[in-house]
């Protein structure tokens, strides 16, 4: 079993940033692949970013890509989402997730994921 616990998030500005974390506790924590997923109002939750169990592998949205990263410390068994140049479209609910496998695939199905954090809203002002 992984608990999974968020913080971050908020309220912020267009072209501004914001970092979340989710902090992960159970089971060994370096074994999961971890990824962010988010919703919108009347959307489906959809997938933004997500690491393998390493660090070394990462995949983004297309949406995302060159403005989010994602990375993780396993030593404290913590995974985060730096967001830089915010936009309105990026309001959402955003949620950690993980799950456990040695292989890197289908890291955008939220299908795969197995536990998740409680969400996190983030708010984007123009």
């Known amino acids: 079993q992984v608990q999974l616990v968020q913080s971050g998030g908020g309220l912020v500005q267009a072209g501004g940033s914001l970092r979340l974390s989710c902090a992960a506790s159970g089971r060994v924590f370096s074994s999961y692949t971890m990824g962010w997923f988010r919703q919108s109002p009347g959307k489906e939750r959809e997938f933004v970013a997500a690491i393998g169990w390493s660090g070394g592998r990462t995949y983004y949205a297309d949406s995302v890509k060159g403005r989010f990263t994602i990375s993780r410390d396993n030593a404290k068994n913590t995974v985060y989402l730096q967001m830089n140049s915010l936009n309105p479209a990026d309001t959402a609910v955003y949620s950690c997730?993980?799950?456990?496998?040695?292989?890197?695939?289908?890291?955008?199905?939220?299908?795969?994921?197995?536990?998740w954090g409680q969400g996190t809203p983030v708010t984007v002002s123009s």
């Open positions: 997730a993980a799950y456990f496998s040695p292989f890197f695939s289908r890291t955008y199905d939220r299908d795969q994921y197995d536990y």
